[in-house]
């Protein structure tokens, strides 16, 4: 389903010390790797999509970092680096004295077929916001876009390159992405002043940012969109209640203000007097969150939706995913925004609360959210009725996992942290047919067993509680 154009794997395979460079040549699937760490004192590190791989019984050594170094380009002012001519980045971690003492060698790779899934909304001319959390694909499906705009639609578009991760290391563009035009930057706290330079000298009819983080560059955007130009940008957040949540990238969605009502008006809304508006129109038209590499949740017009959150009412959402075909498969949904109080005194239970060791939480509350299905997360492993985690992080036994085994608090391991093993996970927790009532979950869950694991009957025997 997705066809990879190019890793140049080996190019960043080649930079490594040979202790840690053959081990991964020996692994039948290295060619999925995703990234290796290496950290001062610590054993290097290999991490695939659905395992982690120790690579030498060795710990890693300053003469280690410091050959790696010498065998790549130079780190810029966000401590990023790549290979010339490869959409590899190497990431450093320094000491207080500006020593590298860390590494995080990430495997770029140019893919086709990943726009496909949200080509038609990039054809509108509309501006368009990819929401996801890191490592999720954005910047992969950002540089398709490029090369789509610009080779198939013939449009003038020009990709601000920060850390030269779209385009790739050194002053050629790296062809994944096109006849696009690239303007690096040569720091990070300059991207804004380069997104307006490219709309004022260069007239792009297209422009493309990735990791919009800052207020400045959140303000850059609104004057690019503005100014009729059609933008498509990425930022790091799971949905759209984080971008509102979040003071320096709330622009994006038009900002959020607070408003005074006078009694007669929140009487006839029924709400407090005190509530939450949007300031402005929003500088993007459509928002499209990121789940996995094969599904997205579009909100196809921004204004709607954030209006929607902000006052409890029911929005249009459009759920997208790649089936084995290769095929998009869409299904329109409706968000509800029933009071919490009022959705369980309906459902007639009390949702379980997880606590969640390894498991990506904004994937786990996404689902839930689209399963309308009850959900509680707790920051206390004592206050939690079952604990969520990998199986990677279970064959570890952290002490988290400990504790939770001595509090008898049933464990549920996923295989992997992917949105298939989540559903599996809910709809055991949370059966459709007939949902048991809240003391039925804990007696369900409670009668001697955890170590739960997604997709395996085989549990183990645990110690009781007694419900709460």
Do not use: W
């Not at 990879?4 to 080649?14: M, Q």
């Not at 399963?371 to 939690?384: E, G």
């Not at 509090?407 to 992917?418: A, D, E, H, Q």
């Amino acid at each position: 389903m997705r066809r990879v154009v190019t890793d140049d794997l080996n190019a960043l395979l080649d930079i490594l010390p040979l202790n840690i460079r053959e081990p991964l040549y020996q692994q039948p699937d290295h060619s999925e790797l995703l990234e290796v760490i290496l950290d001062l004192g610590r054993l290097p590190e290999a991490r695939f999509p659905q395992r982690d791989l120790i690579l030498d019984s060795r710990e890693v050594t300053q003469a280690d970092i410091d050959y790696i170094v010498s065998r790549i380009g130079q780190f810029s002012g966000d401590n990023r680096a790549g290979i010339n001519q490869t959409l590899h980045r190497i990431s450093a971690i320094r000491n207080r004295n500006g020593q590298i003492i860390g590494l995080t060698c990430r495997v770029g790779r140019a893919v086709f077929g990943t726009v496909k899934i949200i080509q038609d909304l990039i054809e509108s001319g509309q501006s368009v916001l990819l929401l996801g959390r890191p490592g999720i694909g954005k910047t992969t499906m950002l540089r398709e876009v490029a090369r789509v705009l610009a080779d198939d639609f013939k449009k003038r578009v020009i990709v601000i390159d920060t850390s030269n991760e779209i385009a790739g290391d050194g002053d050629i563009p790296h062809p994944a992405i096109g006849h696009a035009r690239r303007m690096q930057v040569a720091s990070p706290a300059e991207q804004h002043a380069v997104m307006i330079e490219a709309v004022e000298n260069h007239m792009p009819e297209v422009i493309i940012i990735d990791e919009i983080g800052t207020e400045l560059e959140a303000l850059a955007a609104r004057t690019i969109a503005e100014r009729g130009v059609q933008l498509i940008g990425t930022a790091h957040g799971g949905n759209l209640d984080n971008l509102i949540m979040n003071p320096t990238l709330a622009d994006l969605i038009g900002g959020i203000q607070t408003v005074t009502l006078s009694d007669e008006e929140a009487k006839r809304r029924r709400t407090q007097k005190s509530i939450l508006e949007r300031k402005a129109p929003p500088t993007f038209d459509i928002l499209v969150e990121i789940v996995d590499y094969y599904e997205v949740t579009v909100h196809p017009e921004v204004t709607e939706a954030v209006d929607g959150l902000l006052h409890q009412r029911p929005t249009r959402t459009e759920v997208r995913r790649i089936d084995e075909h290769g095929e998009v498969k869409k299904e329109a949904t409706t968000s509800s925004f029933r009071p919490e109080a009022e959705q369980e005194e309906k459902q007639g239970e009390k949702p379980l609360r997880f606590y969640l060791f390894g498991a990506n939480r904004s994937r786990l509350e996404q689902l839930a959210k689209e399963a309308r299905m009850p959900l509680k997360i707790a920051t206390d492993l004592k206050h939690a009725d079952l604990l969520i985690t990998t199986r990677s992080y279970y064959r570890r036994k952290p002490q988290q996992i400990r504790d939770a085994e001595a509090l008898g608090i049933p464990i549920y391991v996923l295989k992997s942290n992917n949105a298939a093993q989540m559903r599996q996970c809910l709809d055991a927790l949370y059966p459709r047919e007939a949902q048991p009532t809240y003391v039925q979950h804990l007696q369900r869950l409670l009668a001697g067993r955890h170590g739960f694991s997604a997709g395996n009957a085989e549990t183990e025997p645990g110690p009781k509680r007694k419900p709460r």
